[in-house]
T-cell receptor
Framework: DARVTQTPRHKVTEMGQEVTMRCQPILGHNTVFWYRQTMMQGLELLAYFRNRAPLDDSGMPKDRFSAEMPDATLATLKIQPSEPRDSAVYFC???????????FGQGTRLTVV | GDSVTQMEGPVTLSEEAFLTINCTYTATGYPSLFWYVQYPGEGLQLLLKATKADDKGSNKGFEATYRKETTSFHLEKGSVQVSDSAVYFCALVGGSQGNLIFGKGTKLSVKP
């Protein structure tokens, strides 16, 4: 059963620490999305990759966030330094290019204290 | 830019009631439209989709029709169950880069 895998599922860290979240997209998918979900803002698109190249990262705070795809089986989202306002659930999703659905991972719940 | 607007929640219904969650969109061209569902503690799952005008997507008793003339994609179900309690998101894929854009979500609670 193909699925998007995110690690870790939960992360508690202190303000100022670096946080790295990982995502394994479904094999063969060439499009990867990173979303952040909070009660106040809902689902926000942070970054969007196609064929490992970033197409849109305008939703991501550039000073502290970075997203990469070192290879086709791994996408990473880093926050350095982390702040309490970064506390949220971060979702990765993958799919094929074009007007098709994306498949979501179960998310990483990040708490910055 | 492209956007999705859906009705504010929360929506509380009794079991077997009729459900409508409104969704309208703004997009250039002809986007594909989706409804996703999120159960507590889980990621989003695709519920149904429609890729062109007048298409009807359906799944698990839920339906939505792609209405180009009113730029709408309202979600309906004739008889909701307690197990339908979740957050529902309307979304579109459109634009030159194919971004997946979501509405803010509508929380549905169904009481026995």
């Amino acid at each position: 059963d193909a699925r998007v895998t995110q690690t870790p599922r939960h992360k508690v860290t202190e303000m100022g620490q670096e946080v790295t979240m990982r995502c394994q997209p479904i094999l063969g998918h060439n499009t990867v999305f990173w979303y952040r979900q909070t009660m106040m803002q809902g689902l926000e698109l942070l970054a969007y990759f196609r064929n490992r190249a970033p197409l849109d990262d305008s939703g991501m705070p550039k000073d502290r966030f970075s997203a990469e795809m070192p290879d086709a089986t791994l996408a990473t989202l880093k926050i350095q330094p982390s702040e309490p306002r970064d506390s949220a659930v971060y979702f990765c999703a993958s799919g094929f290019a074009g007007p098709t659905e994306a498949f979501f991972g179960q998310g990483t719940r990040l708490t910055v204290v | 830019g492209d956007s999705v607007t859906q009705m504010e929640g929360p929506v509380t219904l009794s079991e077997e009631a009729f459900l409508t969650i409104n969704c309208t969109y703004t997009a250039t061209g002809y986007p594909s439209l989706f409804w996703y569902v999120q159960y507590p503690g889980e990621g989003l799952q695709l519920l149904l989709k429609a890729t062109k005008a007048d298409d009807k997507g359906s799944n698990k008793g839920f339906e939505a029709t792609y209405r180009k003339e009113t730029t709408s994609f309202h979600l309906e179900k004739g008889s909701v169950q307690v197990s339908d309690s979740a957050v529902y998101f309307c979304a579109l894929v459109g634009g030159s880069q194919g971004n997946l854009i979501f509405g803010k979500g509508t929380k549905l609670s169904v009481k026995p």
